[in-house]
């Protein structure tokens, strides 16, 4: 007895295992109860209204009353459409045709196309659905009060990926986890390692700079890491026929970025971790929950509370993923997608400084 109260004190008294068992499993359950949601609410969509009568404009106010979707952009013709997709808000676009009023008196029937961004082939389908079922809602209560009943036919058109194949999502996805885990992982392993076996005395004497020691850590896994992104694309599209309809030199260009930018990461964990098994703790729960719940990888970032929305925006793979499904899905060059970079280069600029500027004080 005596001895089960000494581990009970002994446990109380150390924080990091008190984090470990009581926090930890705290932040995954707040994280994936807010997180994991099959709903959209609030998905950007465009309108294009060749008619602007009353019928057009009372579907158009019951989609955005409906909460699961607010209007990005009013169009005006359809050389438009691909615009405001690959401007990358936009998530569907709604066409009443023309004379649409009209075509329902005349006719009993009137057209709707739905053009939905289905580089996110499951989102892509629940925005279809529900736009659907929100003009079928309309019809059903227009035919309550009128002796012809009418109908509207709906058009469903999926861009970017017709036939809808999960690969188109998870590829980018995969290959963003990837390269964040396996880059920022094995370099505060690497450095954590020197410390932990005693060989950073060594580094320590010798005439190398703080810079040129990080060179040397970094440099390997830098090359090993862009040789995993070339087979990670090599599979997509051989295996998966993922293609890359954009430039391919920006899309490596993107990801030497995104590497150095996890490699900088790997630096800043390795400064705070004294051991290798405290070092890979770290990067697991610091970079794999939050990569695959807060990057937008997997479930819709509109979806979240505003609170968490905020804390995704400083998630660097959200930005490395918007980059690559543009380039590779919509073809989209640098002037689409310069703000993420710009981005992914802040982020890398400053966890580069810090992890210098922390490695100098452990070397003094």
């Given at each position: 007895m005596n001895f089960i109260q000494k581990e009970f004190r002994h446990i109380l008294r150390d924080t990091r295992t008190l984090i470990i068992m009581f926090g930890i499993p705290i932040v995954q359950i707040l994280l994936f109860g807010y997180v994991i949601s099959t709903e959209v609410k609030n998905a950007g969509i465009a309108i294009l209204d060749l008619s602007k009568d009353q019928a057009t404009i009372k579907i158009t106010e019951k989609l955005t009353a409906s909460g699961y979707f607010k209007i990005i952009k009013n169009l005006n013709s359809f050389d438009e459409i691909e615009e405001a997709f690959k401007q990358g808000n936009v998530k569907e676009v709604v066409i009443f045709e023309i004379n649409f009023d009209k075509n329902l008196e005349n006719f009993n029937s009137a057209n709707v196309q739905l053009i939905a961004d289905a580089t996110d082939a499951n989102t892509?389908?629940?925005?279809?659905?529900?736009t659907s079922s929100i003009i079928q809602n309309y019809v059903n209560e227009q035919n309550k009060t009128i002796k012809m009943p009418f109908e509207i036919k709906i058009d469903e058109r999926m861009l970017y990926n017709e036939e809808l194949k999960s690969s188109f999502m998870f590829v980018p996805g995969i290959m963003?986890?990837?390269?964040?885990?396996?880059?920022?992982?094995?370099?505060?392993?690497?450095?954590?390692?020197?410390?932990?076996?005693?060989?950073?005395?060594?580094?320590?004497?010798?005439?190398?700079?703080?810079?040129?020691?990080?060179?040397?850590?970094?440099?390997?896994?830098?090359?090993?890491?862009?040789?995993?992104?070339?087979?990670?694309?090599?599979?997509?599209?051989?295996?998966?026929?993922?293609?890359?309809?954009?430039?391919?030199?920006?899309?490596?260009?993107?990801?030497?970025?995104?590497?150095?930018?996890?490699?900088?990461?790997?630096?800043?964990?390795?400064?705070?971790?004294?051991?290798?098994?405290?070092?890979?703790?770290?990067?697991?729960?610091?970079?794999?929950l939050p990569t695959m719940l807060l990057s937008g990888f997997v479930f819709p970032i509109e979806n979240m509370p505003v609170w968490l929305q905020v804390i995704c925006q400083v998630m660097p793979p959200k930005w490395f993923i918007i980059i690559i499904r543009n380039i590779m899905l919509k073809g989209t060059g640098l002037l689409y997608i310069w703000k993420e970079t710009l981005i992914l280069f802040i982020f890398t600029a400053f966890f580069i400084l810090l992890s210098v500027k922390k490695f100098k004080i452990r070397l003094e």
């Open positions: 892509a389908n629940i925005i279809v659905f529900y963003a986890i990837i390269l964040m885990l396996i880059s920022a992982m094995m370099t505060s392993i690497s450095i954590a390692r020197e410390k932990e076996l005693g060989t950073m005395e060594v580094l320590l004497v010798s005439p190398l700079k703080p810079v040129q020691i990080i060179l040397g850590k970094v440099t390997p896994y830098f090359i090993l890491s862009l040789i995993n992104a070339v087979s990670i694309l090599a599979v997509g599209y051989f295996v998966f026929d993922v293609p890359v309809t954009g430039s391919l030199i920006l899309l490596m260009a993107e990801t030497m970025l995104f590497i150095l930018l996890a490699l900088s990461l790997g630096i800043f964990i390795s400064t705070v971790a004294k051991t290798q098994q405290f070092a890979m703790m770290l990067s697991m729960f610091a970079l794999m």
